[in-house]
């Protein structure tokens, strides 16, 4: 598995939005969802590696996977 740098939360929150995953509210972070999965994203730019890599792998996505959605 290769390693994730930190990214922008807006970025983050386009590329799950390619894989499928849509918004379901924000606030102090985004909340998103594919009808079987919620994700919280933080709005900090840019977001932790070791976060979004949580993320990533909550989302059922391999780092490689979310590389080439970004």
Known sequence: MG???GIPH???VRALERAGFRILRQGK???MT???RI????????V?????GGI???AGLTI???RKLL
């Open 10 to 12: 807006l970025q983050a």
């Open 29 to 31: 972070h985004v909340v």
């Open 34 to 36: 594919d009808g079987q």
């Open 48 to 52: 932790n590696a070791f976060t979004m």
């Open 64 to 66: 490689e996977q979310f």
């Open 39 to 46: 994700l919280t994203i933080p709005r900090h730019n840019p």
């Open 56 to 58: 990533v792998r909550d």
């Open 3 to 5: 390693k994730l740098p």
